[in-house]
């Protein structure tokens, strides 16, 4: 690993390079926090189920995640002591069907910590249909208790039109459960070559992340060498067609100083800690400006086609897994500009960018160099190609072997 010279700079380094390439099993929780964490992970990822076989009445709740994420069911069913966990092609179940576990078990862990989210009106009404079975002698239903229970079916989950918000319990976020939460619904994404940060929700979860928009935008800073950075700004986009709201940082220096630290000290549960440590990583070489190199660029390349969907075993584009030597070999090089307390990234940015030399553009159209290669610019490649000369593909693309359009990429040097 990597020997750092400034700890005020890289003091992220250790425990991210750390965690990516040593096997651990998550953190171990107590049973508050693997509470907290649980009916965060449940507030996203839950599901309570009613249905009907011929005429007879079955009630399920069950977590459903790709297979690759079979180890946090297996966790789920350990800590509940309740419960079995299946396969299911692509995808795994945590399912708890038995009436007696349900109202000794499962119940009184979500009546004590509560859902905050809509999902604790599914929550009440599943309640009543298994208090029901519970003391009802047969499953089998008569027609009336068929009509009855039909009625409750048709106004859970997406067939339900009227939300009682006065039922659902007010979120005051605890940390835990956000991760929980965050695990379930949170993205960590490279987009263009840069970081964001989102969770999304349909819009009648507003109240939701509204909660955790105010508890994000005041976490404290950590990365305190950074004099000029100011606290999260949280974005909230709606997508009027989908009916979905995301929360949204992607301002670098507010990733880095303040959620990547505060998140860094948290236990995550599920296989997302990699790809949460591969975007820190990616955060670092932008923050400390590794990514103004090619080689800083390439790398970060290499780990937006890895992380998230892109490390499923499912995936037959699966992304490739960045080594550490490259890694190491990328944080070894000189920095064109040293990060200075009083920088802003975008000064970072703008400093890099009059250091370094213009370069030798080579554009390539399914592997054949086009007329006209070398060009002298960015927006001499791209208007060469048929695209807006403003546009950033050829500046974020170039030496990483990203294929822009189906058809070109870009190198400083003929390949």
């Not at 956000?178 to 349909?202: D, H, P, R, V």
């Not at 990365?223 to 100011?230: C, D, L, N, P």
């Not at 709606?238 to 959620?259: F, G, S």
Request: contains cysteine; aromatic residues 12%.
């Amino acid at each position: 690993m990597r020997v750092v010279a400034n700890n005020l700079i890289d003091m992220s380094l250790n425990p991210l390079i750390y965690g990516l390439f040593n096997k651990q099993k998550p953190s171990k929780l107590n049973k508050e926090e693997y509470s907290r964490w649980l009916t965060g992970f449940i507030d996203g990822e839950g599901n309570f189920q009613v249905y009907l076989d011929r005429n007879y009445l079955r009630v399920m709740f069950r977590i459903r995640l790709h297979i690759d994420d079979i180890a946090v069911l297996l966790s789920i069913r350990d800590f509940l002591g309740v419960g079995r966990v299946n396969k299911d092609g692509n995808s795994c179940l945590f399912i708890i069907s038995d009436i007696t576990a349900l109202t000794t078990i499962l119940f009184p862990l979500l009546d004590k910590y509560g859902l905050f989210t809509t999902k604790w009106l599914d929550f009440l009404d599943f309640k009543v249909v298994v208090r029901h079975l519970s003391t009802s002698k047969t499953t089998r239903l008569t027609s009336i208790q068929e009509d009855w229970i039909k009625s409750i079916m048709s106004g859970m989950i997406s067939g339900r039109t009227k939300y009682n918000y006065d039922l659902i319990p007010t979120l005051i976020v605890n940390p835990y459960w956000l991760l929980g939460f965050i695990e379930a619904e949170g993205t960590f994404g490279i987009k263009n070559l840069s970081t964001y940060f989102q969770i999304g929700q349909n819009i009648r979860n507003s109240m939701v992340l509204n909660q955790i928009a105010n508890y994000l935008e005041l976490l404290p800073k950590s990365f305190k060498f950074s004099i000029k950075t100011q606290p999260p700004v949280v974005s909230h986009v709606i997508n009027n067609k989908t009916e979905v709201k995301v929360l949204m940082i992607n301002n670098i220096d507010a990733l880095h100083d303040y959620l990547m630290f505060f998140l860094l000290n948290m236990p995550f549960q599920t296989r997302k800690y990699k790809d949460f440590l591969l975007w820190c990583l990616v955060l670092h070489l932008h923050k400390q400006g590794y990514f103004y190199l090619l080689e800083g660029r390439s790398l970060v390349y290499l780990i937006s086609q890895y992380i998230n969907d892109g490390r499923y075993s499912t995936n037959v584009h699966r992304g490739k897994t960045p080594e550490i030597s490259y890694i190491n070999q990328v944080l070894s090089l000189k920095l064109p500009v040293a990060l200075q307390p009083e920088m802003l990234h975008v000064d970072l940015a703008k400093a890099c960018a009059q250091i370094i030399k213009k370069r030798s553009i080579y554009v390539y159209d399914k592997g054949e160099l086009i007329k006209g290669s070398p060009f002298a610019s960015y927006s001499s490649a791209m208007g060469a190609i048929g695209y807006s000369k403003s546009s950033i593909w050829a500046r974020r693309s170039i030496d990483t072997g990203k294929v822009v359009g189906g058809r070109f990429t870009f190198y400083s040097n003929p390949i």
